[in-house]
C-alpha cells in the first residue's frame, strides 16, 4: 500500500511559476512508475506527465510540453510536477498517482493522491 500526499497549489498569475510535490509513504516509491494528472470543473481528468521508476524516462501531455518538468527524488519519497508559463487553462486540482507501469493511462494508476488545487488567473 502507497499512500501520496499533494502539497504546493496555489492561485499564481498567468505566466508565473509553481511547484507542486507528492510525498509517498508506506511503500518505497522507487518501486513504481509516477504520474500526474489534473481534472478541471465540468472536465474529465487528463494526463499531464509520466516518469519512469529511475527517472530516466518521461513522457508530457502535448499541451504542457516545454513549460512542465516531473522529476523524481527516489531518496526523498517524492516526485514534483515543475509548471512554468502556467496559463489560465491549466487550472485545475493536480493528482499523483503511482503504478508499476509507465504510461498515460489514468487506470493503470494503482495508487493516487488526493489532489491540490492551482488556479491561473488571467
Known amino acids: 500500500q502507497v499512500q501520496l500526499v499533494e502539497s504546493g497549489g496555489g492561485v499564481v498569475q498567468a505566466g508565473g511559476s509553481l511547484r507542486v510535490s507528492c510525498v509517498a509513504s508506506g511503500r518505497t516509491l522507487s518501486r513504481y512508475a509516477m504520474g500526474w494528472f489534473r481534472q478541471a470543473p465540468g472536465q474529465e481528468r487528463e494526463f499531464v506527465a509520466a516518469?519512469?521508476?529511475?527517472?530516466?524516462?518521461?513522457r508530457y501531455a502535448d499541451s504542457v510540453k516545454g513549460r512542465f518538468t516531473i522529476s523524481r527524488d527516489n531518496a526523498k519519497n517524492t516526485v514534483y510536477l515543475q509548471m512554468n508559463s502556467l496559463e489560465p487553462e491549466d487550472t485545475a486540482v493536480y493528482y499523483c498517482a503511482a503504478g508499476r507501469e509507465f504510461t498515460i493511462v489514468d487506470y493503470a494508476y494503482d495508487y493516487w493522491g488526493q489532489g491540490t488545487q492551482v488556479t491561473v488567473s488571467s
Open positions: 516518469i519512469s521508476r529511475s527517472g530516466d524516462i518521461t
